[in-house]
Nanobody
Framework: QVQFVESGGGLVQPGGSLRLSCAAS????????LGWYRQAPAKERELVAR???????TYAGSVKGRFTISRDNAKNTVYLQMNNLKPEDTAVYYC????????WGQGTQVTVSS
């Protein structure tokens, strides 16, 4: 069964940075498009960033220029570098296929607060 295990979240002040990691137990990891998603309290889960098998990326407008998604196919891992964090980035962050099509992992909590 495919599993995504997210890590790297925490409490950070506005303007700070975090790097999230997601280890995936996927055969042939390199052939799949992957995404980072987030869900804030009382809000729907949303796509934050997506990386295609080619390495091309797309971002939600709210994070463009601040977040960077990347992947290491040799390590079956996808990353999300988050810079200049804002309180509105507070959420639980998840990774999954893009579009998502398997069970969600536990996610990693990101809290941006002074």
């Amino acid at each position: 069964q495919v599993q995504f295990v997210e890590s790297g979240g925490g409490l950070v002040q506005p303007g700070g940075s975090l790097r999230l990691s997601c280890a995936a137990s996927i055969r042939e990891f390199r052939i799949y498009h992957l995404g980072w998603y987030r869900q804030a309290p009382a809000k729907e889960r949303e796509l934050v960033a997506r990386i295609f098998t080619t390495g091309a990326t797309t971002y939600a407008g709210s994070v463009k220029g601040r977040f960077t998604i990347s992947r290491d196919n040799a390590k079956n891992t996808v990353y999300l570098q988050m810079n200049n964090l804002k309180p509105e980035d507070t959420a639980v962050y998840y990774c999954n296929y893009a579009p998502p099509r398997t069970d969600w992992g536990q996610g990693t909590q990101v809290t941006v607060s002074s």
